[in-house]
């Protein structure tokens, strides 16, 4: 893992700064979202891609992206919530007061 984020700090830079600013762009929507079967599912199988990644199911190359790939995916979600929780505080600040 140390390796992975000394050989591509870059990369998973520019993955966390895409989240930010996906975050930031990105226009809230107050929908009904998944279903709960669907939400399960996905569940499991992010549990399931993890479980893989820590017990080190996949061997080799692709062992290897998967480790990437859940590094830069994990980045990009955190920078997702602060560009959205950033936007929604400076909106916030910036409406007059009724």
Request: contains cysteine.
């Amino acid at each position: 893992m140390a390796y992975l984020t000394t050989f591509y700090w870059g990369w998973l830079l520019a993955s966390l700064l895409l989240g930010f600013g996906m975050g930031w762009i990105s226009v809230v929507q107050h929908g009904e979202g998944v279903s709960r079967k669907l939400r399960w599912w996905l569940s499991a199988l992010a549990a399931a891609v993890v479980a893989a990644a820590v017990a080190r199911v996949v061997p080799g190359r692709f062992g290897y992206w998967l480790d990437l790939g859940l590094i830069m995916f994990a980045l990009y979600l955190c920078g997702c919530a602060v560009g959205s929780w950033l936007r929604e505080w400076v909106v916030s600040r910036s409406t007059p007061a009724a």
